[in-house]
């Protein structure tokens, strides 16, 4: 692919020569106004007559975003002075610091020597000595000197003998901010996908009214949580979500997919002991654990080879993935063994809950969940997403239902409801939503819950915020 770095308008050197002087000019007078603070003067080492364009703006933004995080994490207060991002001369910013001026110089040389494109910024540090403004070169505390992009010989040297030829230090220029442009979309999509993640949890525990589940109206049918212990879980798990993307994007081609689901299972595992500590002991989210994880994973995967997020591709990898979940985690179960609830339900009615669900492609979130969110665009969205919530009970042998009433006939009772619900007309009738409303309480007052179906919608939301976009959610407000 084409770098399209120097992608922008060639400058003069009338004009660099006059942006100096007023660099200099900014320089003295933030001094002068500011005389007992330090001046970080921010701009780009950017060979040939190309000086700014969209992704070099792009590159020296993300760069100093990461020095502001060094010096938040080293206690250093800062503010920007002034900017000049879209400069055609380059992008340069202006701070003022409080700490001391060689304390700020030792930061900057470590910025600058960090990674190979930071070593495209010049930190110029300022301070006031004497009434005169002096520059803080690295000479003056025995810090390494600037070397050269190419052969790695002091940079100076190679400047003033023009060793490395223009189009030789663009390639190389080029091919640093290319990479360092590629790490940071990466680390975008972690923190986009991580927050769409714990975003769809939120919107699930507030959907209302879900017969048998948590929402912030009432819980009777679930009196150790309520919504609040949900937030707390949620937020709790925005971490494990990170790490689950993380692994996507650099899972390598080639390896067995099911060794890539061994590894979100043990983070999984991890984030369980994170979710318990949060809430209490409480089990909120412990299927969204396993279900959100692989499907954060599998998105991730998908962007991380630079492949769309469809229905196809997401199916394939995760059945890929879990393609010996059931064999390895089913076969051979034996009452005897310490099993968990969904192992117990196998062996009691051969549900395989929502590892078949799983390891099937998520099959009710794209036949029935997907297609309701998108056929029901008009709705509010807590509407819209409790009609989705509804569609999904009704199409899934809800495991956390079976437990709850100790016999799977329930599953045809509570599809009985659903249906009468549908055929009243849903929330688009009087008569549709007193109905739901009567069933939940029939719900709570019988101690019934659907778990499995609140974890498959929290899915379907994820998947649909990826799809089309997290701020597409074509709701009516």
Partial sequence: MVSKVFEGTDVEIPAVLANRDRRVATQTQLLREHSSQVVVACKLNIPGPVKNSAAIQAFFTAGLARLEDQWLACGQPFEIATSWEDAPTGP???????????????????????????RLFDLDVLITNGGESHSLSRGDFDLPVRTC?????????????????????????????????????????????????????????????????????EHRAHPDMDAFTFIQSATSLRPYFKQATTAGLNFP???????????????????????????????????????????????????????PVTQLNVQRVVKEMLA?????????????????????QYLAYGQTGIRGEAASGFPTVFKYGLPTWRANWGMNQNDRQLTTFLKIARHTDDTTLV????????????????????????????????????????????????????????????????MEGDNDHGTKD
């Fill in 149 to 217: 992009l190419i052969c790695g010989r002091p940079a100076k040297g190679c400047g003033r003998s023009r060793r490395h030829s223009v189009e030789e230090l663009q390639a190389r220029v080029a091919k640093l901010i290319d990479e360092a442009t590629a790490a940071n979309q990466r680390e975008t999509v972690t923190e986009q996908l991580a927050d769409q993640a714990v975003k769809a949890m939120l919107n699930e525990v507030v959907t209302w009214p879900k017969p048998g589940l948590v929402d912030p109206v």
């Fill in 324 to 344: 010996n979940l059931l064999a390895t985690d089913l076969d051979g179960l034996k009452h005897s063994q310490q099993l968990t609830a969904g192992e117990r």
């Fill in 92 to 118: 340069e910013r202006f701070y003022l610091l409080y700490s001391a001026g060689v304390t700020v110089k030792e930061g900057t040389v470590h910025f600058e020597e960090r990674q190979p494109s930071n």
């Fill in 403 to 466: 437990k709850r009433a100790g016999d799977p006939a329930i599953l045809a009772w509570k599809d009985q409801q659903l249906d009468r619900f549908f055929e009243l007309g849903g929330l688009t009738t009087k008569q549709g939503r007193q109905f739901l409303v009567n069933l939940e309480k029939d719900f709570s007052d019988r101690h019934l819950s659907l778990g499995g179906a609140a974890d498959l919608l929290i899915a379907t939301i994820f998947l649909a915020s990826v």
């Fill in 253 to 307: 081609t080639g390896q067995p997919a099911p060794l890539f689901f061994n590894q979100l299972r043990l983070l999984g595992q991890r984030a369980e002991t994170t979710m318990f500590k949060a809430t209490a002991g409480v089990n909120t989210h412990k299927g969204t654990i396993f279900s959100l994880g692989i499907l954060t994973g599998t998105v991730a995967t998908l962007k991380g080879r630079q492949l």
